[in-house]
């Protein structure tokens, strides 16, 4: 069909002659019919094939070409995204994994999909009010009179931010387990219906006591036959051509801010820049205020006291590690998204803004065209969102066969079942077991054990 209108078209800017013209009648009533098939089925998930390699090809393309990254400084691009690569990125399909607050992430995407910014859920409206931390849900009654702080004003559509297409998978552990979950499980899962893999490292994967994911024999960035890291996933990259792999820095935590984050983070960047990655910079977002003022480690000598109560009073240890900022999480320590919600909207806001690139939009200079078989008019396009399959049941809750021991090459396994964040991991030689319990009421997430 694209190359079919590419003939078209020049034929239309070529000379004709008698003989070329009554050629061109045939081949633009032919093209005519076609378009109206293809255009009349788009909606039917008829030409879901064809969608999806071009944009693919295009895509890996302009990825192979220069860095995109997407970071704080990105997040207000959100709101001046054309139409036509809103519309082509939420046709992208999309698989993204974490753990908490990667669920955090996905809940908050769901903001942007609401029938109005009133109906939106509670949890998409709740911000601070004053200078002691306090914070409620905001109505639209506040909205109306104009009280709403703006961190968590947005415009939704149930259509324009449609992102049915990109599915959220719950996983934890290690980075090497995670890596080897990713490239030998999850990812091969999803392949055949996705467009875009990416796996985050949340904060607990760099924690003080993480130095192993910087090693420079066993870590992330070596390549050892101990562990999985960035050369394992590179060659899982190298064999499927035509996805898209998009790098993610880590999430962050009051208290985590570390040096092992700071170190991971900084050669991710350096990682992302000279290999052309396209790089959603977590890290950097959830570390730099609404203002654009960085944020640092809670070792600061600064009390902290939340609305529930929870206290923190940690001396100033004279080093400043990037970690979230106290204006994206109510936790003295943790670093979920989903108390106030300032922070799950800006990183739900950067999600867009680097799918809008991947689907070829740039902020900065040429954007390249939007791939022939998407439909770019909203006055053409169907009034139900585009679904290229099925959904199919998320696996995620499902625990692996990996529990077996010696199939885990460090750090043990996590599984997430409803409220239960459980992990089971091998210490010096031992079996240790331990149970994350979160309550979650659709707007906290409070550790219980
Ligand atoms: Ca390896
Ligand atoms: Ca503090
Ligand atoms: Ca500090």
């Known amino acids: 069909m694209k190359r079919f209108k590419g003939k078209l078209g020049v034929l239309l800017y070529t000379p004709v002659n008698g003989f ?57 691009l959100f709101e001046q995204i054309p139409d036509q690569y809103l519309s082509a990125a939420r046709n992208l399909r999309v698989m993204f994994s974490d753990r908490s607050v990667g669920q955090n992430i996905h809940e908050y995407l769901n903001c942007f999909s609401a029938l109005s910014w009133a109906t939106s859920s ?12 306090n914070f409620k849900t905001f109505s639209e009654r506040d909205r109306l009179a104009g009280t709403v702080p703006s961190s968590v ?31 030998t499980s999850l990812a091969p899962q999803y392949l055949e ?41 590179e060659n899982f990259i190298s064999a499927n051509p035509g ?98 919600s300032s922070g799950g909207l800006r990183v739900a ?13 740039n ?5 390249l065209p939007i791939p022939t078989t998407y439909y770019s008019d909203p006055s053409e396009s169907t009034p139900t969102p585009t679904r290229y399959y099925t959904p199919t049941p998320t696996p995620t809750r499902v625990p692996t066969a990996t529990l077996t021991p010696t199939s885990i090459p460090q750090g043990g396994v996590s599984i997430h079942v409803g409220d239960l964040d459980g992990k089971v991991n091998i210490v010096n030689g031992g079996w240790q077991a331990r149970v994350e319990v979160y309550v979650h009421n659709s707007m906290l997430w409070f550790p219980v054990l």
């Open 122 to 133: 509670p949890s998409c409206r709740v911000a601070y009010y004053n200078s002691n931390w």
């Open 20 to 76: 070329i013209a009554s050629a061109l009648i045939l081949v633009l009533a032919t093209s005519i019919s076609l378009f109206v098939y293809q255009k009349r089925n788009v909606g039917k998930g008829v030409n879901k094939g064809m969608s999806s390699s071009s944009v693919v090809t295009q895509d890996v393309l302009q990825a192979s070409q220069q860095p995109i990254v997407v970071d704080h400084n990105s997040v207000n």
């Open 153 to 183: 004003l947005f415009t939704p559509d149930p259509i324009k931010y449609d992102r049915s297409n990109w599915k959220f998978v719950f996983r934890g552990g290690s980075f090497s387990y995670l890596t080897q979950d990713f490239i």
């Open 363 to 367: 902020p900065y200079g040429q954007s």
């Open 193 to 233: 219906i996705t467009d875009v893999l990416m796996y985050e490292f949340s904060y607990l994967n760099i924690r003080a006591t993480d130095t192993v994911i910087n090693d420079p024999v066993n870590g992330y960035w070596a390549n050892s036959t101990r562990n999985y890291d960035v050369n394992d996933y």
């Open 349 to 361: 806001k950067g999600f867009w803004v680097m799918m809008a690139q991947i689907a070829g939009w």
């Open 243 to 340: 996805k898209i792999f998009p790098f993610w820095t880590t999430s962050y935590a009051r208290s985590i801010g570390t040096e092992v984050g700071m170190q991971f983070n900084s050669t991710m960047r350096q990682y992302a820049i000279n290999n052309n990655k396209i790089l959603f910079d977590v890290a950097d977002i959830l570390s730099f205020t609404p203002d654009g003022e960085p944020c640092y480690d809670n070792r600061d000598g600064i009390a902290y006291t939340s609305q529930q109560g929870q206290y923190e009073n940690n001396p100033d240890d004279g080093v400043s590690y990037p970690a979230i900022c106290q204006d994206y999480t109510t936790e003295p320590d943790g670093g979920h998204l989903g108390s106030v």
